[in-house]
């Protein structure tokens, strides 16, 4: 169990259009998603946590105007990226936590590349 | 903030032998977990080992293990009978009960 989905894996989109990433959990219910952000052979940056009905919390840095988060429902959290741009261009992994547990279960990511 | 260091950006080993990755980290918390996390080129995370800091017995699964020294911080990964299939990028991360907070990674090349 604990398997967390995204969609779509990889996805190429023009300079100044949006593009959305889901994350489901597919086989339970997550209260809190994060989402982070990482570049070739680098860690993982958090951008957001986000918890079902409540807005996201971004970290420092990360413009919440550009990266819009919506966690609808207690297996779907959504990220958009806004009028992208080719710096946005990186690899965005979703994870998803259970009510009352620590650990993250993480989705597979999403390559976005912005031409 | 709780920051997460580790000092080895690569490492290599023989296939069969053991190797170590090491892991420090800088809390004021006394409760918390850490975690061991391996990124192979499909980029999927995978958990391989995990710590709650209460337990004084250090955590195994199967050629993985840890060495947790709480009053230094610190937090090593061994893999024993290295094999192919453990080359990747193994990342050491640290939880509050909250966020995680990543290492920088270490890239492990496993030599035939």
């Known amino acids: 169990g604990a398997v967390v989905s995204q969609h779509p894996s990889w996805v190429i989109c023009k300079s100044g259009t949006s593009v959305k990433i889901e994350c489901r959990s597919l086989?339970?219910?997550?209260?809190?998603m994060f989402w982070y952000r990482q570049f070739p052979k680098q860690s993982l940056m958090l951008m957001a946590t986000s918890n079902e009905g409540s807005k996201a919390t971004y970290e420092q840095g990360v413009e919440k105007d550009k990266f819009l988060i919506n966690h609808a429902s207690l297996t779907l959290s959504t990220l958009t990226v806004t009028s992208a741009h080719p710096e946005d261009s990186s690899f965005y992994i979703c994870?998803?936590?259970?009510?009352?547990?620590?650990?993250?279960?993480f989705g597979p990511g999403t390559r976005l590349t912005v031409t | 903030a709780q920051t997460v260091t580790q000092s080895q950006p690569e490492m290599s080993v023989q296939e069969a032998e053991t190797v170590t990755l090491s892991c420090t980290y800088d809390?004021?918390?006394?409760?918390?977990?850490l975690f061991w996390y391996k990124q192979p080129p499909s980029r999927q995370m995978i958990l391989v080992i995990r710590q709650e800091a209460y337990k004084q017995q250090n955590a195994t699964e199967n050629r993985f293990s840890v060495n947790f020294q709480k009053a230094a911080k610190s937090f090593s990964l061994k893999i024993s009978d290295s094999q192919l299939g453990d080359a990747a990028m193994y990342f050491c991360a640290y939880s509050g009960g909250s966020r995680l907070t990543f290492g920088e990674g270490t890239q492990l090349t496993v030599n035939p």
């Open positions: 809390t004021s918390e006394s409760d918390y977990y």
């Open positions: 086989d339970f219910q997550a209260t809190t």
């Open positions: 994870s998803a936590r259970r009510d009352f547990g620590y650990e993250q279960y």
